[in-house]
């Protein structure tokens, strides 16, 4: 199972507490924790979370910068933890306009988990999906008759996932809003969507249960007819053809 969180409303935490928004995305990194071992504990072999847009480097450069620092951090903090509860770590987005101490703290950290098997961690820094979608385009016309699949495995290439990721089954909102933000759009095409209003610092393994306990009630038919297998020929329905006519 893949699952995909937006891990919003860090600032608007913050805000209502008339608290810096830094203080907001301090939490949040305490969030990532929590949400990171309910994952695991659950059984999900692909948790990928959102945490830094392509969009983003538009914010205050302090805010930017606080963010990146964060980053980095939980990078140092988190990887032993990731390595003893055998989680790959994996960066997926770009890297060009990253810096150079981050980057160094990315590359080590995936070395490091290359061997976890438990479950795959991915964490999108600098990451738009349109910009991932552009990318894998022109990487297939290398590829005369590109598949789906093809396109796929290109796609992971642009975005430097560390293997093969399924696609997603459900993706998670926290902050109330109800949109993609340019986050994971072919890996979601039959995506269940959850949205939350409780904001990212406040999710709580409680909350990812609700989740996935409502993921498990939606009937997931992928343009198929629900029911069993449909009935032989001369059982069947009339078709729309022979009602025409």
């Not at 070395?111 to 297939?140: F, P």
């Amino acid at each position: 199972m893949h699952v995909a969180i937006i891990m919003d409303g860090n600032g608007r935490w913050a805000t209502r507490r008339g608290l810096p928004r830094t203080a907001g995305h301090v939490e949040g990194a305490k969030a990532v924790r929590t949400t990171v071992e309910a994952a695991a504990r659950a059984g999900i072999q692909t948790l990928t979370l959102y945490a830094f847009s392509a969009a983003n480097w538009e914010r205050p450069r302090g805010e930017v910068d606080g963010l990146m620092f964060l980053f980095r951090r939980y990078l140092f903090a988190e990887t032993r933890r990731c390595m003893d509860e055998s989680i790959r770590l994996n960066v997926i987005g770009r890297r060009d306009r990253l810096d150079e101490k981050l980057l160094r703290a990315i590359e080590h950290s995936e070395q490091l988990t290359a061997d976890g098997k438990r479950m795959h961690l991915r964490i999108a820094v600098d990451y738009s999906a349109q910009s991932s979608i552009l990318e894998a385009a022109r990487r297939s016309r290398r590829i005369p008759d590109v598949t789906a699949q093809d396109f796929r495995q290109l796609l992971d290439e642009a975005d430097h996932s560390a293997q093969q990721t399924p696609d997603v089954d459900l993706l998670i909102r926290t902050g109330g809003e109800q949109r993609l933000s340019d986050f994971l759009l072919w890996e979601c095409a039959y995506a269940e969507l959850y949205f939350t209003e409780r904001t990212w610092p406040d999710f709580q393994a409680a909350d990812l249960a609700a989740a996935l306990a409502e993921f498990r009630r939606r009937e997931r038919r992928f343009g198929r007819l629900p029911g069993p297998t449909p009935a032989a020929a001369e059982d069947r329905p009339r078709s729309t053809r022979e009602w025409l006519h």
